[in-house]
């Protein structure tokens, strides 16, 4: 295709010849050839149509009414055999539009083999001299059958009336009506010469025994016919034809032998073919709505609107021609699809549209179900050579598969320069990076040869996914698959693989919530669909730490047959019993200790998850509850000890001035009293110095302090920390960690900071084991 039909600007007359000239040399033209749009080809061409009709009117009258032209018509005949003679040497060099890729072939031997394959044979049987050889073969009527093949140039005249139907400037109505009647008129003609021939056949003694010889009109009788006046003979048989189709008689004119019987069976039964072509044919322009005329209407409207634009006359030329292929195609059968019932629909667009689906390289490895959604919501779409689908940088909502043809990926520079990236062959897909990543159309996809598609909306495509997580995983790997190597394709990858991260993320996200409000059905279908159970969310959290801390038993139990890790821990440290533990849940802590969970917490300060466990251990609710109130207070002796033994504290008051201890007490649960009695006097043993009462004392904490910020690095690699005892008063601390670490510091220029620089403001805020920075203020 020329850029400059391709663009659609308006081409002077010097400019259509310059076009005419280039696509000569660059279509690859081999050897001399005829352009069909130059004036001199028109011309001949138009002189040809009126051979045609010439021929097809006088060749049945020849057959029927001659043995042999006379002199005056014989010339005439010569000349017009002639003439078609010339034609046929003259379509061996004619260009043609190419149906598939919609290029002018120009190549000779190309338009000669099609030429060869197509009406060759019938246009030269149509030129031999068969009034000859009739009068060589001893007057034959064999022979002079062959003469009807020169009814085959009737074609020319049909090509004309359907090139007349979509002109524009001559009414729809007019021309239809028009070739409505010059069928019905060329078929009575030629039954009308026919049936004359059947009666002269017969010999002169026995003419009475024809239609015409019997025939009587008042006290007219039609004897020794053969000497009428040719007009009259001709109208009296076109008169009998006319009758015979329309069936309204035969009380004057009636078959008479055999011959003509036969000849009339046959010719009646084509005129009920042919009275319902004329019947369908009037029917439809009163209905209106058939393709020639919707095609008209269209062009019509684009001319009204390039002439409101001032838009160049010759770029018609184009319109026609891409507006012509779809009515001209029969490849895109969407619109007979939708008269079939839904259930047949269905099965013949699966067997249409399924071998090519799943052989996109995109859809690789996805499940038989996916691809079956796919199918179902696919729909054709043909496209010529030259059309731009997409541009690079527009919004994508349609995902396409290529079925036939072939088409090419373009990148667009700033300045103007192009760069071909890809070819796209059958079965391969584009828009999906657009659609998977919603990004902009990284390239500019055009076709190259005429090619049908198969396209679905962002929408379905998106819902189908939705269900279908598995399967979504495969098409983003499938994605990737063959594009890090590209140079081209380095921008493309990066926003692939921040895209499958981000869907990674957002499904840990989906399943996360589920298992947090406890929707049992949804989190198996989730899992079903390909989600991993062990995916940590942003705060490293699971589905079972969430499941554990709402205290949802049946999703706790299905994610642990589902074989998830119970032992793992969350950014902070908290495991799934511990969760479970903190909550109060204590039927699922003993399901969790059944399965191997443990609560093994260390004092060693390079393990961080222990320590933020402990400090979790000692925590307190809005009523200074701790987890080992709740775990007395229910009674539940597991849950106590298994705290006791992580080192919770049996001395820690609520709001009330109750400790775990007086809850135990409460409950009259004798076993736990004295469980809780022996861990008093552990952690009372512990300090032996201190002047407060056992009720009032604290577990006694410790913590790390660093003489940097947290967010540098020291420049001294050996420049260490110390841990001390967290004392009663953070002004007491920061002297503590000044005199450890040799620093000449008040406590009025100093703040303690933790990990976050977050100030610490009481030393009640500092948990077991917690990381702390000693940094100076400046006043």
Same mark, same amino acid.
């Given at each position: 295709?020329?850029?400059?039909?391709?663009?659609?600007?308006?081409?002077?007359?010097?400019?259509?010849?310059?076009?005419?000239?280039?696509?000569?040399?660059?279509?690859?033209?081999?050897?001399?050839?005829?352009?069909?749009?130059?004036?001199?080809?028109?011309?001949?061409?138009?002189?040809?149509?009126?051979?045609?009709?010439?021929?097809?009117?006088?060749?049945?009258?020849? &057959?029927?009414?001659?043995?042999?032209?006379?002199?005056?018509?014989?010339?005439?005949?010569?000349?017009?055999?002639?003439?078609?003679?010339?034609?046929?040497?003259?379509?061996?060099?004619?260009?043609?539009?190419?149906?598939?890729?919609?290029?002018?072939?120009?190549?000779?031997?190309?338009?000669?083999?099609?030429?060869?394959?197509?009406?060759?044979?019938?246009?030269?049987?149509?030129?031999?001299?068969?009034?000859?050889?009739?009068?060589?073969?001893?007057?034959?009527?064999?022979?002079?059958?062959?003469?009807?093949?020169?009814?085959?140039?009737?074609?020319?005249?049909?090509?004309?009336? =359907?090139?007349?139907?979509?002109?524009?400037?001559?009414?729809?109505?007019?021309?239809?009506?028009?070739?409505?009647?010059?069928?019905?008129?060329?078929?009575?003609?030629?039954?009308?010469?026919?049936?004359?021939?059947?009666?002269?056949?017969?010999?002169?003694?026995?003419?009475?025994?024809?239609?015409?010889?019997?025939?009587? !009109?008042?006290?007219?009788?039609?004897?020794?016919?053969?000497?009428?006046?040719?007009?009259?003979?001709?109208?009296?048989? !076109?008169?009998?034809?006319?009758?015979?189709?329309?069936?309204?008689?035969?009380?004057?004119?009636?078959?008479?032998?055999?011959?003509?019987?036969?000849?009339?069976?046959?010719?009646?039964?084509?005129?009920?073919?042919?009275?319902?072509?004329?019947?369908?044919?009037?029917?439809?322009?009163?209905?209106?709505?058939?393709?020639?005329?919707?095609?008209?209407?269209?062009?019509?409207?684009?001319?009204?609107?390039?002439?409101?634009?001032?838009?160049?006359?010759?770029?018609?030329?184009?319109?026609?021609?891409?507006?012509?292929?779809?009515?001209?195609?029969?490849?895109?059968?969407?619109?007979?699809?939708?008269?079939?019932?839904?259930?047949?629909?269905?099965?013949?667009?699966?067997?249409?549209?399924?071998?090519?689906?799943?052989?996109?390289?995109?859809?690789?490895?996805?499940?038989?179900?996916?691809?079956?959604?796919?199918?179902?919501?696919?729909?054709?779409?043909?496209?010529?050579?030259?059309?731009?689908?997409?541009?690079?940088?527009?919004?994508?909502?349609?995902?396409?598969?290529? =079925?036939?043809?072939?088409?090419?990926?373009?990148?667009?520079?700033?300045?103007?320069?192009?760069?071909?990236?890809?070819?796209?062959?059958?079965?391969?897909?584009?828009?999906?990076?657009?659609?998977?990543?919603?990004?902009?159309?990284?390239?500019?996809?055009?076709? =190259?040869?005429?090619?049908?598609?198969?396209?679905?909306?962002?929408?379905?495509? =998106?819902?189908?996914?939705?269900?279908? &997580?598995?399967?979504?995983?495969?098409?983003?790997?499938? !994605? !990737?698959?063959?594009?890090?190597?590209?140079?081209?394709?380095?921008?493309?990858?990066?926003?692939?693989?921040?895209?499958?991260?981000?869907?990674?993320?957002?499904?840990?996200?989906?399943?996360?919530?589920?298992?947090?409000?406890?929707?049992?059905?949804?989190?198996?279908?989730?899992?079903?669909?390909?989600?991993?159970?062990?995916?940590?969310?942003?705060?490293?959290?699971?589905?079972?730490?969430?499941?554990?801390?709402?205290?949802?038993?049946?999703?706790?139990?299905?994610?642990?047959?589902?074989?998830?890790?119970?032992?793992?821990?969350?950014?902070?440290?908290?495991?799934?019993?511990?969760?479970?533990?903190?909550?109060?849940?204590?039927?699922?802590?003993?399901?969790?200790?059944?399965?191997?969970?443990?609560?093994?917490?260390?004092?060693?300060?390079?393990?961080?998850?222990?320590?933020?466990?402990?400090?979790?251990?000692?925590?307190?609710?809005?009523?200074?509850?701790?987890?080992?109130?709740?775990?007395?207070?229910?009674?539940?002796?597991v849950l106590a000890e298994l705290l006791v033994k992580a080192g919770a504290s049996v001395l820690s008051k609520d709001r009330w001035g109750n400790t775990p201890l007086d809850e135990a007490r409460l409950s009259g649960n004798e076993i736990l009293i004295n469980l809780l009695e022996e861990a008093k006097s552990s952690q009372l043993s512990e300090f032996p110095s201190s002047?407060?009462?056992?009720?009032?004392?604290?577990?006694?904490?410790?913590?790390?302090?660093?003489?940097?910020?947290?967010?540098?690095?020291?420049?001294?690699?050996?420049?260490?920390?110390?841990?001390?005892?967290?004392?009663?008063?953070?002004?007491?601390?920061?002297?503590?960690?000044?005199?450890?670490?040799?620093?000449?510091?008040?406590?009025?220029?100093?703040?303690?900071?933790?990990?976050?620089?977050?100030?610490?403001?009481?030393?009640?805020?500092?948990?077991?084991?917690?990381?702390?920075?000693?940094?100076?203020?400046?006043?």
């Amino acid at each position: 295709m020329s850029e400059i039909e391709q663009n659609g600007s308006a081409m002077t007359e010097k400019d259509k010849r310059e076009e005419e000239r280039r696509m000569r040399v660059t279509e690859g033209s081999r050897g001399f050839f005829i352009y069909p749009r130059s004036r001199w080809y028109r011309a001949w061409d138009k002189f040809i149509l009126l051979c045609a009709v010439y021929s097809s009117i006088g060749t049945p009258i020849e &057959f029927g009414f001659f043995r042999g032209l006379p002199k005056h018509l014989y010339l005439l005949d010569i000349l017009n055999q002639t003439a078609f003679f010339i034609d046929i040497f003259v379509q061996f060099f004619v260009a043609y539009r190419d149906i598939d890729t919609e290029k002018m072939i120009t190549d000779q031997n190309l338009i000669a083999l099609r030429y060869l394959k197509s009406h060759f044979i019938f246009d030269l049987l149509a030129c031999m001299p068969w009034d000859m050889l009739y009068w060589v073969s001893g007057r034959k009527e064999e022979v002079r059958y062959l003469l009807l093949i020169r009814l085959v140039r009737a074609r020319k005249v049909l090509d004309f009336f =359907s090139m007349l139907e979509k002109d524009i400037r001559i009414k729809y109505l007019f021309s239809r009506i028009m070739k409505l009647i010059v069928v019905e008129f060329y078929c009575t003609h030629t039954a009308a010469c026919i049936f004359y021939y059947l009666a002269t056949t017969m010999p002169a003694s026995q003419e009475e025994y024809t239609w015409i010889g019997s025939l009587k !009109l008042g006290d007219y009788s039609y004897s020794n016919f053969r000497d009428i006046d040719l007009l009259k003979r001709y109208v009296t048989s !076109l008169y009998f034809a006319i009758i015979t189709m329309t069936t309204v008689g035969y009380g004057d004119i009636h078959a008479v032998n055999v011959r003509e019987m036969i000849f009339i069976m046959v010719y009646v039964s084509f005129d009920m073919v042919l009275a319902a072509y004329l019947g369908g044919n009037i029917t439809a322009l009163v209905v209106r709505g058939s393709k020639p005329e919707i095609y008209r209407e269209r062009i019509k409207n684009l001319l009204k609107y390039m002439d409101r634009n001032k838009l160049g006359k010759d770029i018609r030329y184009r319109i026609r021609d891409q507006l012509r292929s779809p009515y001209d195609s029969s490849q895109t059968d969407s619109a007979v699809l939708q008269d079939l019932p839904s259930s047949l629909r269905a099965t013949v667009i699966e067997n249409l549209y399924k071998p090519h689906i799943e052989k996109v390289p995109l859809f690789k490895g996805c499940s038989l179900e996916f691809i079956n959604q796919i199918v179902s919501r696919v729909h054709e779409e043909f496209f010529p050579p030259g059309k731009v689908i997409m541009e690079q940088g527009s919004v994508v909502d349609q995902l396409y598969f290529i =079925s036939d043809g072939k088409l090419e990926e373009v990148v667009v520079y700033e300045g103007g320069p192009k760069d071909a990236v890809s070819i796209l062959n059958p079965h391969d897909s584009f828009g999906d990076v657009s659609i998977l990543c919603n990004i902009p159309e990284p390239y500019t996809v055009r076709v =190259s040869e005429r090619c049908l598609l198969l396209r679905i909306d962002k929408q379905s495509f =998106s819902n189908i996914l939705k269900i279908y &997580f598995h399967d979504k995983r495969k098409i983003l790997a499938n !994605l !990737l698959e063959g594009k890090e190597s590209n140079v081209h394709m380095k921008h493309v990858v990066s926003e692939i693989k921040a895209h499958i991260e981000l869907q990674e993320a957002q499904l840990a996200l989906r399943l996360n919530n589920a298992a947090y409000k406890g929707d049992l059905s949804r989190l198996k279908s989730l899992i079903r669909a390909g989600a991993d159970p062990n995916k940590k969310n942003f705060d490293g959290r699971t589905p079972l730490h969430l499941a554990a801390s709402k205290g949802h038993e049946d999703i706790t139990l299905f994610l642990i047959q589902e074989g998830v890790d119970v032992n793992t821990s969350d950014n902070f440290g908290n495991t799934p019993l511990l969760e479970a533990i903190k909550r109060g849940h204590d039927n699922i802590a003993s399901l969790l200790i059944k399965e191997g969970c443990s609560l093994t917490i260390t004092d060693r300060d390079t393990i961080s998850s222990p320590s933020v466990a402990r400090g979790v251990l000692h925590s307190k609710d809005y009523d200074f509850r701790t987890p080992l109130h709740v775990a007395t207070a229910r009674g539940s002796y597991v849950l106590a000890e298994l705290l006791v033994k992580a080192g919770a504290s049996v001395l820690s008051k609520d709001r009330w001035g109750n400790t775990p201890l007086d809850e135990a007490r409460l409950s009259g649960n004798e076993i736990l009293i004295n469980l809780l009695e022996e861990a008093k006097s552990s952690q009372l043993s512990e300090f032996p110095s201190s002047s407060q009462e056992p009720s009032d004392r604290k577990a006694r904490r410790k913590c790390t302090i660093y003489p940097f910020q947290p967010w540098e690095l020291p420049k001294d690699q050996n420049k260490y920390g110390v841990v001390l005892w967290v004392p009663d008063t953070l002004d007491e601390l920061i002297e503590t960690a000044a005199d450890h670490l040799k620093l000449d510091l008040s406590p009025n220029s100093c703040i303690i900071v933790t990990a976050d620089a977050g100030k610490i403001v009481d030393v009640d805020m500092i948990a077991n084991g917690q990381k702390l920075y000693l940094i100076t203020t400046k006043e």
